[in-house]
């Protein structure tokens, strides 16, 4: 599902999807996280039964070197995947880490408990250990479902990138220029920014034009697959400061001729 997804986010944008197909990743990225919620809940519910009927473990000496020889393979694939998905921002590729990683705690659960078991003679203490490997790959699955949910509910981007566009536009309002209506969210590998600019009323169309634009490459410069829009309005007008809400509603104004 991973890949299929991948490639239909990877498609340009059509007619029918104008702001493109990113936001598919999200639907990968949430399918992984249940698979990753069933997971933990299969190893919760088994740990729970041992635990409250200890059963001697059986001979695993083959199986524990099979185990952990499949663990270090998905480990190293699992990093692989983590480093190219945060370096491309996919969130896809980062469920399918977390999914391997799953396995890899799993073993490593189970290499442990076998091991304290063996050397203290104390069964309870197997189903204990997978319990607390449950509860890590929960939390993994809950934290991957809820990014997901809140690319598809287009969220704002996280705190730190919104600190470095409001330090950009710092630099800016030093020198005369208002913004308001800071309005952002991320589709899966691709940013969007939408703002408003007020500049001076007495600059012309040409001045106010060259200065969003330097904002809108000052802004992809920090986000390089971002999508900027921008409203240019006259600082001085009353009503340029009426539009901030996003449910807008239709103004009048009389016109001179």
Not at 121 to 141: E, K, M, Q, R, Y
């Amino acid at each position: 599902m991973a890949l299929w997804m991948l490639t239909l986010a990877a498609l340009p944008a059509d007619e029918e999807h104008a702001y493109g197909y990113s936001k598919a990743e999200y639907f990968s990225s949430a399918f992984e996280g249940f698979l990753i919620l069933l997971a933990a809940i299969s190893i919760g519910y088994a740990a729970l039964v041992r635990l409250v009927d200890p059963q001697p473990l059986a001979e695993v000496g083959v199986g524990l070197m099979v185990s952990l020889l499949a663990s270090a393979i998905n480990l190293a694939t699992a990093r692989i995947l983590l480093r190219v998905g945060r370096e491309h921002d996919s969130i896809s590729l980062e469920a399918d880490a977390q999914h391997l990683m799953t396995d890899v705690w799993t073993s490593a659960g189970v290499i442990v408990g076998v091991a304290l078991v063996w050397l203290s003679g104390w069964l309870w203490l197997d189903p204990t250990i997978a319990l607390v490997v449950a509860a890590n790959i929960l939390w993994t699955a809950f934290q991957l479902m809820r990014r997901s949910l809140s690319g598809l509910l287009d969220a704002s981007l996280p705190a730190p990138e919104l600190a470095r566009i409001e330090a950009l536009l710092a630099r800016h309002r030093a020198q005369g220029i208002a913004f308001h209506a800071l309005r952002t969210r991320r589709a899966g590998s691709r940013s969007f920014v939408s703002l408003h600019v007020l500049v001076p009323g007495q600059w012309t169309v040409q001045q106010g034009h060259d200065r969003v634009e330097r904002i809108e490459d000052e802004i992809r410069e920090l986000l390089p697959r971002a999508h900027v829009t921008t409203h240019l309005e006259p600082l001085e007008d009353p009503l340029s400061m009426s539009d901030q809400d996003l449910e807008r509603r239709p103004r009048s104004r009389i016109v001179s001729p």
